[in-house]
């Protein structure tokens, strides 16, 4: 044991070490673009408000009408056994209409209209540019899956922030089986 007595010390005084390291804290940088939380905000004023709209926005009419070129409609179920998924019929229908409800319920709302247009958009980019070129490929259904999961789902729910539509993961692979339907994304 060491004796302390009678010292002056103008600074720190310790029988041993001193640590004086410094752990600063910062926050993570939000991942939900500008755009996201300019509208969340927007939403949570029409909606507390009641401010309602009639008609659906360009954007959103575009991805909610059929695209087909030939003019004949090929149903998701025909699109999803053509391309090797005939196993994800009945979850690609169930995840498919919870998204059209949900749709529908907030499509009289300009913002909300905004977010669908941004999730359909984003998820028909990111379809085509890192899941479309594996099923060209000829990729496993598991491994194109895993890529929907990996490149669309997951990055849309954290760029969704606040998430004030509750859309989550199976509404989300229903927006993708909404835009097969509607002719914008092919499986095969």
Known sequence: MATQAKNQVGGDLAGRDIDKSVTNYY???????????????????????NRQVTELIERLEHFSSNVDDDGVVIGLETKLVDGGYSAYIGYANSVKEAFAKKLMKYQFYESAQQIYAYVLADIFSKYHTKVYPLINAGSPPEDVLAAVSDSIVDPLIERLGENVLCLYADEINGALYFLTGNCHIKWV
């Open 27 to 49: 926050e993570a940088p939000s991942r939900t673009p500008e755009v996201m939380r300019r509208l969340i905000a927007q939403f949570k004023e029409e909606y507390k408000n």
